[in-house]
């Protein structure tokens, strides 16, 4: 049995950030990591092996952040936690002991109890290299390509393969946009545009209720009988978090089915955290439990808990989960962060919003200028962002983090109205009609004239 001070259960980036942070907060610590496969790949690359890296290989995560930092590296599948004797135990027989434990196991892709889902040709999204390299071939050698999940992975796939050639693609969404979790109808039905100028079928208000076919599946049957042919199906309907070790170990599992973390990703044990997928999620304004899975929200949790592990060096709470997300369609990148206007006003949230549309250079005629849309969303009394969505060129995937920033810091919209930002007509819109600013501005002169 070999000892360590840290051991961290799961390759992916929560997994490798908490390991690293860890590290490099105390280099004479001792950290393990282990993982169930040979390979890890990067997650929010996945939808593009298709076309834009055009082979899963490319995908490949790589190990250079563990050799780096003296990180040691096991691949084995855990299959059993100690939480008393402090051990975890792998499917080869090799135990070993930790003083501060990580769980890092991620999620799995739902799978929905529709009549035929078991068929050939029907793939779900696994973060694993034979059966991606496996769902590539079969799209590369088929005509008929249906998506069901009209959420970020769903029309990236969608996307990916439509520049192709040669598809016949339908994307299938039970809500009445793609997309419509995270934006508001104007932003959700600029993606479906985006996607039907690349001859994808877009499919809204459905749900699907069987496949058929004989020996494979052939047809997908929607509720209002319809049918759609498939040679293949991506089914892209959410994941659930892994939570087998965490309930080995005896840890306390939340209503939503997360491993229940404090503010600094500690379990119900204190000597075992949590991260990733894996870990509960709350929202930053409601507290209430949220299944947002993102890579950027795991490696964030993967430094609060890295650096925390042994004491609480850092007083960087996790203050809930702001979910920014971004995502590109065709030419059209479409960003979000916080609550959409719709989800703040369910949740009881008095809000204005200000909305700016312009260019992303200027002057506009600049060969490369973009249009862009900013819409803001703010608390009607406080005038405190709470939330912002953007569609435009590549430029706004960078520029949703400043939003982020802005809501996770509580500032009001007078502070970005009057926000100085550095600008260039390469790089920026111009500084007389910079968007945030335009849009924070429109929002607060709707707020200056309340009685």
């Not at 390299?133 to 005509?143: G, M, P, W």
């Not at 990703?265 to 991260?275: E, G, P, W, Y």
């Not at 007509?425 to 849009?439: D, E, F, G, M, Q």
């Amino acid at each position: 049995m070999k000892e360590y001070d840290v051991v961290v259960i799961g390759g992916g980036p929560a997994g490798v950030i908490t390991a690293v942070t860890a590290k490099k907060c105390d280099g004479n610590k001792s950290v393990l990591l282990i993982r169930e496969m040979k390979t890890s790949l990067i997650p929010c690359g996945i939808p593009y092996i298709f076309n834009t890296l055009d082979s899963v290989e490319k995908d490949i995560m790589g190990d250079k952040p563990l050799q780096a930092n003296g990180i040691d590296l096991v691949v084995a599948r855990v299959v059993d936690v100690d939480s008393s004797a402090k051990t975890v135990k792998t499917s080869s027989g090799s135990i070993y002991k930790f003083d501060k434990l990580v769980l890092a196991t991620g999620s799995s892709p739902v799978k929905v109890p529709i009549e035929g889902i078991d068929m050939p040709g029907i793939y779900l999204i696994k973060k694993n290299m034979d059966y991606l390299k496996e769902l590539r071939e079969k799209v590369v050698a088929s005509k008929n390509i249906v998506i069901i999940g009209g959420g970020f992975i769903g029309i990236e796939f969608a996307d990916d393969i439509s520049k192709m050639g040669g598809k016949n693609i339908t994307i299938i969404e039970m809500l009445p946009h793609l997309l419509n979790v995270a934006f508001d109808d104007e932003f959700a039905i600029q993606a479906e545009e985006e996607l039907k100028k690349q001859g994808v079928n877009v499919v809204t208000n459905a749900r699907v209720t069987r496949f058929t076919g004989s020996g494979k599946v052939e047809k997908v049957v929607l509720a209002n009988g319809k049918e759609i042919p498939a040679d293949v199906v991506i089914v892209s309907i959410g994941a659930k978090p892994n939570t087998e070790l965490a309930e080995k170990a005896g840890l306390n599992i939340s209503k939503a089915g997360g491993i229940w973390v404090d503010e600094y990703l500690r379990t119900s044990n204190h000597d075992i955290f949590a991260v990733g997928d894996c870990a509960e999620k709350r929202d930053f304004f409601t507290r209430k439990r949220v299944p947002v899975m993102l890579a950027s929200t795991a490696t964030a949790e993967a430094r609060i808990a890295g650096v925390n592990l042994f004491k609480i060096q850092v007083v960087r709470q996790n203050k809930g989960t702001i979910a920014i997300f971004s995502t590109k369609v065709g030419d059209l990148a479409l960003a979000a962060a916080g609550l959409t206007e719709k989800r703040a006003k369910e949740e009881g949230f008095e809000v204005v919003t200000g909305v700016a549309e312009g260019v992303d250079r200027h002057p506009g005629a600049m060969p490369d200028a973009k249009p862009i849309k900013v819409k803001l969303i703010f608390s009607k009394r406080s005038g405190v962002l709470i939330g912002g969505q953007i569609s435009g060129g590549n430029s706004i995937g960078e520029l949703i983090n400043l939003v982020g920033l802005a809501i996770e810091q509580g500032i009001p919209g007078c502070e970005i109205f009057t926000l100085q930002a550095g600008t260039h007509p390469k790089l920026t819109s111009a500084p007389t009609v910079y968007p945030l600013v335009i849009a924070a501005q429109n929002a607060m002169a709707k707020i200056q004239y309340l009685a």
